[in-house]
């Protein structure tokens, strides 16, 4: 489904992402862990096409197509969703309206009719209750006034919505309590399937008791340093990252 | 009786005259320029008593020793007014039974801002009073209204049929002697709409009016009176377009609202003036005076949506005479290209236990300036009072300017007042959270601009708030820096 071959990646001068590869197919759940500041969150924001970044070398191919030559509302369409670290605040536009205004502008892609009421609201329905969202935060303006565990319990909801082929969760555990985390963790094991693949990126290896990965790697200095299974996330939370960094040194 | 030629030729003649139209509307115009014999001109040409012609030399002569004001945050060449014609008025036609009959040209015009006329009528039932340049071409639901004793028509024929009305009321709340476009307006306006609703009346649909600049180089100076009597209610409704100009086009309008007590006006408008081109060519001035008075209990709530003309000077003001009177204003403007608007409001409390509510959202984008300029003034005998302001812009690139004049005046230590004011940037955070999510970034400004003003649209009638969300996507189109 996806691959990334000998990827950098620079923000201004400085080259954060320095010859990443990595592989998923269909069926797949991927961890990615590291240290701070070795390209956790600049792999997710390139990867959905986020303009501060400059991809100065590499190439990213999904589903056979040259990924890095869409714009951002092409990846989605595509089926790439992004599960934001800190999902974004929008005053006077309501949770739902946004997304049917989302599901929407990918149906004009796709060259079908705006989605019908009564689907679109079976469908909220549907998918709240996956991830235990209110009806109040439904109709409330997105992530305005939400707490942080509602917040990313509004990011698998989209999810959910939008229906991606590949998810990448950015530290989509960080300020959840542990209840926080066994809903979203719940809604995400709930949505795969064979067809679809997610990359959580996460710090903690507390996450990767909920949603069990198929590979976990370790990212540090822009580049992936060691790939095992999940008993490597395990492994990790032992030892701590430095004897891996010593090694690769 | 049997059909005798002279029944045909009526009937030709009539038939004739009822496939008449032509596309483009001939105007009777008067010559250029601006003395005493021009206000003699219009109010001769309009038939008018002598109380108003004195009213209008009066007007004329306060005209003559004021200057142009020039302390609002806006720079513009001034008008030449000896360059402008400042009476025209389509040829008298026959008069129209239905909406079917009105000339295809405005409908076009309609049509392109989205508005079908057939559709408003059959789906919200609005009465809709045209003003074509400065004569009203069309009237409709007239008979309804009628039956309620509501007077709805042009302000030309409320002169003729309800001079009373007229004679009591004009220059009450805007004299003539207020401000230089005021009372320019008061010594040449053309015509305008009327309105009164009688005591205890609710009218049961929206009023509304659309207001069209069709002759080039023809000023505007409409006039408007809305009264609503004792315990009556009245939602109107005011749009305007104008054709692309290269021109600048002066608009001096002055609207006065009466709601005498317990009475309640709810006046919206959505402004879209020919805004001038990209490069800050052409364009509508649109100086208006607008301004109500609230008698014991009244209301009087302005929602404004100004998106057009190349420079906006306008501030719909309440005056809040009679004790528990309230007055509201909600307004967004937006600014793109090289457009400039100072607007805001007055709210005048003078009687006891007024309230006052002030919604503004401001929004530029390019090289666009945008000013919010507001006055709360608190009287001494208003106990009581309460203001509550808030005042926020929203900047679409680094090269627009967003400006904030917020003045309280309070001489009663009752008061209560409240301010907040922000200004942010559009986010790039917010537009690449809707781009992730599938929605291009045209439409992700304007998601984002809809919902940052939808306080204020959420005020507008339904029909009208469609058509003002669809105002905003086209006014900010290529506003993406």
Known sequence: MLQVKNLHASVGDKEILKGLNIEVNAGEIHAIMGPNGSGKSTLSAVLAGRDEYEVTAGEVVYLGKELLELNPEERSWEGIFLAFQYPVEIPGVSNINFLKTAINERRKYFKQDPIAAKDFLKMVKEKSALVELSDKLKNRSVNVGFSGGEKKRNEIFQMAMLEPKLSILDETDSGLDIDALKIVAHGVNTLKSKDNATIVITHYQRLLDYIIPDFVHVLYDGRIIKTGGKELALELEEKGYDWLIKEEA | MAYSEDDLKQDLVDQEYAFGFTTDVDSEKIPKGLTEETVRIISSKKDEPEWLLEYRLNAFSVFQGMTEPDWAHVTYKKPNLQDIVFYSAPKPKKELASLDEVDPEILKTMERLGISLDEQKVLTGVAIDFVMDSVSVATSFKEKLGELGVIFCSFSDAVKEHPELVKKYLGTVVPSSDNYYAALNSAVFSDGSFCYIPKGTKCPMELSTYFRINEQGTGQFERTLLIADKGSYVSYLEGCTAPQRDENQLHAAVVELIALDDAEIKYSTVQNWYPGDKNGLGGVFNFVTKRGICERNAKISWTQVETGSAITWKYPSCILKGD???????????????????????????????????????????????????????????????????CDSLLMTDTCGAHTYPYIECENPSAHLEHEATTSKIGEDQKFYCMQRGIGEEKAISLIVNGYAKEVLNKLPMEFAVEAQKLLEISLEGSVG
């Open chain 2, 324 to 390: 528990n009177s309230i007055g509201e204003f909600y307004s967004v403007a937006v600014t793109n290209n090289h457009q400039m608007a100072d607007t805001g409001t007055k709210m005048l409390h003078i009687g006891k236990n007024t309230k006052s509510t002030i919604i503004s959202k401001g929004i530029s984008a390019g090289k666009s300036h945008n000013s919010y300029r507001g006055l709360v003034k608190i009287g001494k005998g208003a106990d009581n009072a309460r203001n509550f302001s808030q």
